[in-house]
């Protein structure tokens, strides 16, 4: 596996996937009980955005550090930039050099209470992991496969929670075919857990076999977010992406109906952006 998030922290595609993230899980903390959060493949967790991989690219600045400096922003997006803002309190929070990836945000979103299950298969990111959350009961880390731990580890003791699945995608329509594999197992373990699924648009011909499964699955309630930047005809770059949500929560719909827009307007890179919000199966 070649793909290293460090390149990509905090473009538009982390602030969909994170301003989304930080929702569902303040949304579990609406109840006392506590919730298990569940990372499929949980990267090294901390970006160095001064580090030469991010340097490189520069994503970053066209994605968070855009909405860092913008005003009139949604509720919904301040508790995401909240937690970047905390990470950088040293330079004022605006000029980033740390990006939290899914496990820190979630991790900082957590109560004392609540429980983490993080996995991650390649050895120097599932390394940082451990380094990271060292000393925090709360959290484990699992060098493994994330889609086979869904199927050892599920249901988990709190009985709800959250399972977000990112995979890398280096393999297209491959990875589209292993998420819904590894759904339908998690599926029928806990039927009452809540999954997030991230996947890239390039070409509307691989992504959209993947949103017709879930009617042919016959899940019962999921929902379906995109956000695009560039028109979905070109196979060489990330046009834009998508989440579905599934057993999301009361009214999350509206919440999503008020959040993209704004994304859209502050990350478009051209005159071109769109999203949607719609349900594939239910309400």
């Given at each position: 596996?070649?793909?290293?998030?460090?390149?990509?922290?905090?473009?538009?595609?982390?602030?969909?996937?994170?301003?989304?993230?930080?929702?569902?899980?303040?949304?579990?903390?609406?109840?006392?009980?506590?919730?298990?959060?569940?990372?499929?493949?949980?990267?090294?967790?901390?970006?160095?955005?001064?580090g030469e991989a991010a340097r490189k690219t520069r994503e970053h600045e066209a994605g968070v550090?855009?909405?860092?400096?913008?005003?009139?922003?949604?509720?919904?997006?301040?508790?995401?930039?909240?937690?970047?803002?905390?990470?950088?309190?040293?330079?004022?929070?605006?000029?980033?050099?740390?990006?939290?990836?899914?496990?820190?945000?979630?991790?900082?979103?957590?109560?004392?209470?609540?429980?983490?299950?993080?996995?991650?298969?390649?050895?120097?990111?599932?390394?940082?992991?451990?380094?990271?959350?060292?000393?925090?009961?709360?959290?484990?880390?699992?060098?493994?496969?994330?889609?086979?731990?869904?199927?050892?580890?599920?249901?988990?003791?709190?009985?709800?929670?959250?399972?977000?699945?990112?995979?890398?995608?280096?393999?297209?329509?491959?990875?589209?075919?292993?998420?819904?594999?590894?759904?339908?197992?998690?599926?029928a373990r806990w039927p009452t857990g809540m999954y997030a699924i991230w996947y890239p648009i390039?070409?509307?011909?691989?992504?959209?076999?993947?949103?017709?499964?879930?009617?042919?699955?016959?899940?019962?309630?999921?929902?379906?977010?995109?956000?695009?930047?560039?028109?979905?005809?070109?196979?060489?770059?990330?046009?834009?992406?998508?989440?579905?949500?599934?057993?999301?929560?009361?009214?999350?719909?509206?919440?999503?109906?008020?959040?993209?827009?704004?994304?859209?307007?502050?990350?478009?890179?051209?005159?071109?952006?769109?999203?949607?919000?719609?349900?594939?199966?239910?309400?």
């Amino acid at each position: 596996m070649n793909y290293r998030h460090a390149f990509h922290a905090g473009n538009f595609a982390d602030v969909f996937k994170h301003a989304i993230l930080a929702g569902l899980i303040e949304s579990l903390k609406a109840k006392q009980t506590p919730f298990r959060y569940f990372d499929t493949h949980a990267g090294a967790g901390r970006y160095d955005l001064r580090g030469e991989a991010a340097r490189k690219t520069r994503e970053h600045e066209a994605g968070v550090q855009r909405l860092l400096e913008a005003v009139r922003l949604p509720a919904a997006l301040h508790i995401y930039l909240n937690l970047v803002r905390a990470l950088n309190s040293g330079n004022g929070g605006r000029d980033i050099a740390v990006y939290p990836g899914s496990p820190l945000i979630a991790s900082l979103l957590m109560r004392d209470n609540d429980r983490a299950t993080l996995c991650e298969l390649q050895a120097d990111e599932a390394g940082a992991l451990k380094k990271l959350f060292a000393g925090d009961a709360r959290i484990g880390v699992h060098q493994r496969d994330g889609y086979a731990a869904l199927d050892a580890l599920l249901p988990p003791p709190e009985r709800r929670g959250l399972v977000l699945i990112d995979p890398p995608f280096e393999a297209q329509e491959g990875e589209f075919d292993a998420i819904g594999d590894a759904l339908a197992t998690a599926l029928a373990r806990w039927p009452t857990g809540m999954y997030a699924i991230w996947y890239p648009i390039k070409l509307r011909q691989q992504s959209a076999p993947f949103l017709r499964g879930f009617a042919r699955r016959k899940i019962p309630r999921a929902l379906c977010a995109e956000l695009l930047l560039h028109p979905d005809n070109s196979a060489l770059r990330l046009n834009g992406c998508g989440m579905v949500i599934v057993n999301p929560p009361w009214k999350f719909d509206r919440q999503l109906a008020e959040l993209l827009p704004t994304l859209r307007q502050h990350l478009a890179q051209g005159r071109f952006g769109q999203q949607r919000v719609e349900w594939l199966t239910g309400e």
